[in-house]
C-alpha cells in the first residue's frame, strides 16, 4: 500500500485502528519484567509516549493542494537528556494521576476522551486493557504538560509493541494517537519546537542515510561505540535540517510495518551523516 492512502483522513484513520487492534502488544510481559528488575541491582523504569498523527490540510498555490497526514514531533531541548532529538511526547510514570486517570477512563467518567481505540482494547481482556488505560492517562498526561495538547484534542487508535532502550534502562510504551484540530502549543522547558514529518517522507529512498556519531571518551567509557552509527531520515524544512533517528525511528518503523507493511528501504551506505555526540547526551545537564 502506497502513499496515496495518507491523503485520505477517514481512510488512513480507519487503517491505523484496524491495523492496531490486532496487533500484539507486550505491556504485561515487559511490566512483569520491570517488576521483577525491582529485587535486583539492574532497576528497569519505562513510560508511554504519544505518537500523534494529525491531517494537515494543504495549503494554496494556484489550486488546493491535497492535505496529508504527519507525526508532530518535539525536538528536545538542550536541557534534558538526549538533547536535540527528535520524539514523540511523553515521559515517566506518576502512580497516582496516570492511576486516576485509569479508573475514570474505565468508568467512563471523561466523556470526550478516548477513541476509536479503547473497544479493541477492551476486547484484549481486563489485565491489557487496564494496562492500555493506564499508559494513556500517562502518554496523556505528559503531552498536556510538555505541549499544552489538550486531551480533549486526542483521539486514540490503538497501542504498539514495546521498545526498550539500549543506551539506558528504559522501556517505551508507545500508543497512537489523532490530533483532532490544530491548536496553540504552549511548550514546556523540555521542548525546544515542533517538528511536523509528512508520513509520505518515509516512502522517499533518498531521505534515508546513516547517522554516524563520535562519542567522546566519557561515553565510550560506559559502553558506547564509537563512531556510534545508525539508519535514520532527514528532514529538511525551512532551510533548516532534522534527524531522526534511534528509538523514535524505530517505533515509527513499527507502525509502518503494521498498519502499512511498509518496510523502511536500507539507506545508501555513501550517505553517511557525521555529527559529534554531546557528553551530556544521557544526563541533559550542562558540563561543568
Known sequence: MGPDILRDPAGFRQRVIDALSGAPVDYAEQFGFI??????????????????????????????????????????????????????PGGGIHPFLDSLTQKLLRLKLLPGIGGPGLGPARRRGREDYDQILFLLGNALRE??????????????????????????RWIIFPLVGRVKHSWKPRLSW?????????LSAFFKPENYAIYSLAVPEKLMAQGIPSPWEFPCLVHRQGGEEDILWGATFKVIQTFFQIVLNFPFPSPDPQRVIRRSLASNYLTGREEP
Do not use: H, M
Request: proline fraction near 10%; include cysteine; aromatic fraction near 10%.
Open 190 to 198: 523540555e521542548v525546544e519546537k515542533i517538528i511536523p514529518i509528512p
Open 143 to 168: 503531552s498536556w504538560e510538555e505541549l499544552r495538547l489538550s486531551p480533549f484534542n486526542v483521539e486514540f487508535l490503538g497501542p504498539l509493541p514495546t521498545y526498550p532502550l539500549s543506551s539506558r
Open 35 to 88: 517488576k521483577r528488575q525491582e529485587e535486583t541491582q539492574e532497576k528497569f523504569a519505562g513510560g508511554a509516549v504519544l505518537l500523534p498523527l494529525f491531517f494537515r490540510e494543504g495549503g494554496k498555490s494556484g489550486k488546493q493542494a491535497p492535505g496529508e497526514y504527519v507525526f508532530l514531533l518535539n525536538k528536545r531541548s538542550q536541557k534534558v537528556l538526549q538533547p536535540g532529538d527528535l520524539c514523540a
